[in-house]
């Protein structure tokens, strides 16, 4: 079989998002079914919300094997779907469907990406205490996955009239029975959070292209104790992790989390091991990095 070849039998995968132009995706899972000689493409398609419904009908309609959720669709679509992932449900968020025979399944890979990150990064989260900025959808994720985990959550957000950060921190008290602590974002919390902190999570948009120069974390808190995790993968090394580095602490790009969540959904479409170094590769060379 010539994989890169489209066929009869070729199996569709893709993207549904609006906007969808700066997608690394398709370079991701092109490349990795081409290396696997798997008969699967991957397409982006842009779809605006107020079509989502006729979308997911379509992904029936046409046999489409499996796609990616994002931006502005991953809360909206849960309804239209046959089935959740018990994670998926709990987070309110859905980044990838399988179908099998018209039955579309929802799963969240960015929680679960995010957990395989840290973790090959050398970050156990069981027992540990972990602290997490940001209390949006990225943060619900990463705070969920991290409390069944057992770990112990401090998160600091700076918007606290709606505080998002004391609904994750409800959810999770209801879940699992444990306590998150929920602080302001400022220099005095950060500084006592950080004290007696394992890991450190990035989880706004601080520090993302074009405001490189900027760290959620003064570096003089920063310590070698430390892994710092930034969601940020662009630039694929922020100024965080610059600081991190600096100040002697482990650290875990944004792109691993990226890539992992790509990796773990062609898992679940292809029922294959993906190749992962080859879509990180392609996923930083896509960002201009090296
Ligand atoms: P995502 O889906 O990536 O989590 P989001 O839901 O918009 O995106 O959440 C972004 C998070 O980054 C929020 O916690 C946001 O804080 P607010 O709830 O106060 O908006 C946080 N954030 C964004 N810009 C920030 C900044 N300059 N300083 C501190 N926090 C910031």
């Not at 310590?223 to 600096?246: M, W």
Request: hydrophobic content about 45%; overall charge negative.
């Amino acid at each position: 079989m010539e994989s890169s070849i489209v066929s009869g039998k070729t199996k569709i995968c893709g993207v549904i998002g609006d906007p969808i132009e700066h997608t690394m995706s398709p370079v991701m899972h092109n490349a990795a079914f081409k290396k696997l000689g798997l008969d699967y493409i991957y397409i982006p398609f842009r779809v605006r919300a107020e079509e989502l419904a006729q979308a997911v009908d379509g992904i029936r309609a046409l046999n489409i094997r499996g796609l990616n959720v994002t931006i502005p669709h991953k809360v909206a679509i849960i309804p239209m779907l046959d089935g959740l992932d018990p994670v998926a449900e709990k987070i309110g968020a859905v980044n990838t469907i399988v179908n099998n025979d018209g039955n579309l399944r929802g799963y969240n890979t960015d929680a679960s990406g995010f957990l395989r990150a840290l973790l090959e990064g050398g970050g156990e989260p069981e027992g540990k205490n972990i602290v997490i900025l940001g209390a949006g959808g990225a943060s619900r994720a990463i705070s969920y996955i991290l409390a069944e985990k057992g770990a112990h959550l401090t998160i600091l957000n700076r918007q606290l009239e709606l505080d998002w950060a004391e609904v994750i921190a409800e959810l999770i008290l209801e879940d699992f029975e444990m306590e998150v602590r929920v602080l302001e974002l400022g220099f005095e919390n950060l500084a006592a959070a950080l004290a007696g902190a394992d890991i450190l999570i990035n989880a706004t948009s601080v520090g993302m292209s074009p405001n490189s120069e900027e760290s959620p974390v003064p570096a003089d808190l920063l310590k070698p104790e430390l892994v710092v995790f930034d969601i940020v993968y662009n630039p694929i090394k922020t100024k965080l992790l610059k600081d991190a580095e600096a100040a002697g602490a482990r650290i875990v790009v944004g792109v691993d989390m990226l890539t992992w969540q790509g990796a773990l959904a062609f898992e679940k479409w292809t029922e294959q091991p993906a190749p992962f170094d080859l879509m990180r590769k392609k996923a930083v060379k896509a960002l201009g990095g090296a």
